[in-house]
C-alpha cells in the first residue's frame, strides 16, 4: 500500500493597485496543518501591503481525490483583487497547474478554498484603506 502525505504550500506575492511595488510571503498550508510567514514588501512608510489571512481553518484548499488518485501535483498561480474593504472583487486562476484534468482539479480547489479566505485591503500612509491585488502560487505536492 502507498503511503500518500500530501502538503499545500502558498507563496504569495501582495501587491498594492496604489503603487506598484513586489514582496515575497510564504505561508505552508496543508489539509491538516499550516504555518506562515511573511516577508516585507517595498513600500512607501507607513503602507501595508493588501494580504490575504491564509491559515484560517476553512479555506485550505483540500487535496482532490481525484488529483490524488492521478498523483497530480504542481503550482496553481491565483490573482485575488481586493477592495478597500478587504471582499474579493475578482479571483482568477492566472497558470493552472498542469495540463490534465486532474490539474485542473486541483486549480478549481484552490481558487474555490482561498476565495473564502479572509482578505486585509492595502493601507495608505495614513491607515486608510485601498483596493490591491494579491498573487498566490499554491504548491500542490504528494510526498
Not at 501582495?14 to 496543508?30: E, G, I, N, W
Request: charged letters at 15%; glycine letters at 6%; proline letters at 9%.
Amino acid at each position: 500500500m502507498t503511503r500518500i502525505t500530501t502538503l499545500g504550500a502558498i507563496a504569495l506575492v501582495l501587491l498594492s493597485q496604489a503603487l506598484p511595488a513586489r514582496a515575497d510571503a510564504v505561508a505552508a498550508s496543508a489539509p491538516a496543518t499550516s504555518a506562515a510567514s511573511v516577508g516585507a514588501q517595498e513600500l512607501p512608510p507607513g503602507w501595508t501591503p493588501a494580504s490575504i489571512v491564509g491559515n484560517v481553518p476553512g479555506c485550505r484548499p483540500m487535496y482532490p481525490p481525484d488529483a490524488v488518485k492521478w498523483m497530480a501535483q504542481g503550482i496553481t498561480r491565483l490573482s485575488f483583487d481586493v477592495d478597500a474593504t478587504g471582499h474579493v472583487k475578482l479571483a482568477r486562476i492566472v497558470e493552472s497547474a498542469g495540463n490534465t484534468r486532474a490539474h485542473r482539479a486541483l486549480d478549481v480547489a484552490a481558487l474555490q478554498a482561498l476565495s473564502t479566505c479572509p482578505f486585509k485591503p492595502a493601507l495608505d500612509d495614513h491607515g486608510q484603506p485601498q483596493p490591491g491585488t494579491v498573487a498566490v502560487s499554491y504548491t500542490w505536492k504528494i510526498e
